[in-house]
């Protein structure tokens, strides 16, 4: 699906109500990206039957939007116009602002193709989970004018940041691609009974928090012990070198 990567908002995801004559309703969740509150829209609703292989595109205009503290936007949009449609995707083409600023129009940034995520087996999402937080999807990656961030956020090449998480290219490129992940493994910087203990996959996000905060506070205990043993280890050794020069002394 072509993105431009300038766009204000981006879609997070979506879920399809269909009833006996057909008719499907979408309740779809938006992420504003821009910092500044949104006071209209205008974008092309694509739905799709994938048994059919039906669809149609439908143009609105949205208003009045209810926005959440945290930049999410919830709209409801309905189709009768293909049966029975299993697929979503919004074309945004205008956005206007609240303050009163320049209105976003589609094409004013640099334009990708950005396709589906690749699905990560469940150890290796859940290790991802650990290392990168409850929100990691994919491994990162850095492409040719473009660098995808752990967060599954494609971003223009000379962008310092994530537009959606805010995370640091620089670090998102060294930590979380996939031969670093498998790296970190090996030296032993991820606790593997941490991660087989519950599957992530499909666990609310909000779980998921918990989930990683008491996996992190295990291995912060873990990693106290390990120093604790090792002074131990390293005053004992001292005390011995200690006697032994004592005893040579006499």
Known sequence: MKVDLSCPLEMRGYELIHDDAGHTRALVRLSNLSGRRIAALEAVADWSAQASGAAAARPFRAERLAENADGCITLSLSSDSVWG????ALHF?????????ADW?????????VGEAPVLPGEERNILDFLAGPDAQRYAEMGIDTWICVCGRTNERDRKYCVRCGRVREEVLSKYTKSAVEMARAHGAVDESA???????????DVRK?????????????????????????????????????????
Do not use: N
């Not at 449609?85 to 979503?88: E, P």
């Not at 991660?195 to 996000?205: C, H, K, Q």
């Open 105 to 113: 129009r589609a094409g004013s940034g640099q334009v990708v193709d």
């Open 93 to 101: 083409s205008r956005v206007r602002f609240v303050d009163g600023s």
């Open 85 to 88: 449609a299993d697929r979503l």
């Open 210 to 250: 918990k989930q990683q905060l008491s996996r992190r506070k295990r291995m912060r205990c873990q990693h106290a012990r390990r120093l604790l043993l090792l002074k131990t280890a390293f005053g004992m050794t001292a005390l011995a070198m200690l006697l032994a020069a004592l005893t040579m002394v006499r």
């Open 195 to 205: 991660i087989r203990e519950v599957p992530l996959d499909d666990t609310p996000l």
